[in-house]
């Protein structure tokens, strides 16, 4: 019913819609104008290709296929992108976060929702988060081209609660095996009482925590062994390769894998003040493997940023390992290490510390706490060859120092 709605709000919506007046730019830079409630005409005929190495978003991409570019403002609502009517077998992709090789694809569509404009056309529906700029996207199926027709629909629904894009930033995290022995919290940690083959809780970090350069406080813990931020999905049991535009994005794939814990199996997490925030799955079954039995655990560590995977006992052996940005175009995948027999990987950002300060933006801003004086911490700006010295050795924190 909820798709008819929407169907029907669309029709209505293009038979009012205003036309602009020129085609589609030939790249994401010239992208051309085009408001919500607006459509346009033209042709993808002899467009300049569009070599794209994006990953998969909704549908693939066909290397070197034609392309013509728009760009609007979001509102706030579920907006569609329609092509029907196009002469050709069409595809579309929609992006945010500017046109560099770190924009984001937000939804991609081969073929219609439905029927009512013929599954060689293509239509898709998305959030939006008012003010920001998408950029559309207009292509063809095997770098087909020809005549298209693009409207851009205000379906009047509102978008997901607090649907914030967060644009991905290049962060090159390193990958190191550790030592560190699993550190049991089943005794000690908050139940978070997940009871259900498929279902997530959100919980606080009790710190703030950097991760792909994008300070967060909160996280979301998924039954199927992932964390994800933001608005992210946590019942996705069918593990992916990591990185992947699919949903979840933004994640750290623990042992991902389709666990239930409906009758058997515990998820705590314990915040040991200040600087260590860890989850634990405890004992959880693989779906509908008897016996199955399955302990693992992530540990946030305040100041270096690095995120510690640590291994009990587990007995599936289909699993990805890993972490991923929040638009699945950059991560990194460690299956690999604990297939090999590591029980404890560690994942890094450089420094584990992003908080320029200085003049030039070359320093680092961190919160130091003197000895002695450990309730009135303060803020230093200091080198970056100083850093890990003031975390390591003082137990300093990085950016400013908490207010209060």
């Given at each position: 019913m909820k798709l008819f709605m929407n169907i029907v709000v669309s029709l209505l919506a293009i038979s009012s819609i205003n036309m602009v007046d020129s085609a589609g730019g030939d790249t994401c830079d010239n992208a051309v104008v085009i408001q919500i409630g607006e459509s346009d005409s033209g042709s993808t005929l002899g467009s300049p290709p569009e070599t794209t190495t994006s990953p998969f978003c909704g549908t693939s991409y066909d290397i070197e296929t034609s392309v013509t570019w728009y760009q609007f403002v979001g509102n706030g609502n579920v907006i569609e992108v329609s092509l029907c009517g196009s002469s050709f077998d069409t595809k579309i992709h929609v992006f945010s976060c500017g046109c560099d090789e770190q924009r984001a694809c937000v939804a991609g569509n081969d073929q219609s929702l439905d029927d009512s404009c013929g599954f060689s056309s293509s239509r898709v529906q998305f959030d939006t988060d008012s003010g920001r700029t998408f950029f559309i996207m207009v292509h063809g199926y095997e770098n087909s081209s020809g005549d298209y027709n693009l409207s851009i629909v205000d379906t009047q629904e509102a978008s997901f609660p607090n649907t914030t894009i967060v644009c991905p930033r290049r962060v090159d995290y390193s990958t190191e095996l550790c030592s560190n022995s699993f550190s049991d919290i089943s005794g000690t940690g908050?139940?978070?009482?997940?009871?259900?083959?498929?279902?997530?809780?959100?919980?606080?970090?009790?710190?703030?925590?950097?991760?792909?350069?994008?300070?967060?406080?909160?996280?979301?813990?998924?039954?199927?062994?992932?964390?994800?931020?933001?608005?992210?999905?946590?019942?996705?049991?069918?593990?992916?390769?990591?990185?992947?535009?699919?949903?979840?994005?933004?994640?750290?794939?623990?042992?991902?894998?389709?666990?239930?814990?409906?009758?058997?199996?515990?998820?705590?997490?314990?915040?040991?003040?200040?600087?260590?925030?860890?989850?634990?799955?405890?004992?959880?079954?693989?779906?509908?493997?008897?016996?199955?039995?399955?302990?693992?655990?992530?540990?946030?560590?305040?100041g270096t940023n690095c995120i510690e995977l640590r291994y009990g006992s587990f007995d599936t052996n289909d699993y990805v390992i890993g972490i991923e940005d929040s638009a699945g175009s950059?991560?990194?995948?460690?299956?690999?290490?604990?297939?090999?027999?590591?029980?404890?990987?560690?994942?890094?950002?450089?420094?584990?510390?992003?908080?320029?300060?200085?003049?030039?933006?070359?320093?680092?801003?961190?919160c130091h706490y003197p000895p002695g004086k450990q309730g009135k911490p303060k803020e230093l700006c200091i080198g970056r060859d100083a850093v890990m010295v003031h975390l390591e050795n003082h137990n300093d924190q990085c950016g400013p120092c908490p207010s209060g």
């Open positions: 908050t139940n978070l009482e997940i009871r259900d083959d498929e279902a997530g809780v959100i919980v606080d970090i009790g710190f703030s925590f950097l991760f792909y350069g994008v300070e967060r406080n909160r996280v979301g813990v998924s039954s199927n062994g992932y964390m994800a931020f933001g608005p992210q999905r946590l019942t996705v049991f069918s593990e992916t390769p990591i990185p992947d535009v699919s949903a979840p994005n933004d994640m750290i794939a623990v042992l991902w894998n389709d666990f239930d814990l409906t009758s058997s199996g515990d998820v705590y997490y314990q915040l040991d003040s200040p600087a260590r925030f860890t989850v634990q799955w405890n004992e959880i079954p693989e779906v509908d493997v008897v016996g199955s039995s399955n302990t693992f655990q992530a540990i946030f560590l305040m950059q991560g990194i995948d460690a299956t690999s290490e604990v297939q090999n027999g590591a029980t404890c990987v560690r994942l890094c950002p450089p420094l584990g510390c992003d908080y320029p300060c200085g003049k030039n933006g070359d320093k680092v801003k961190v």
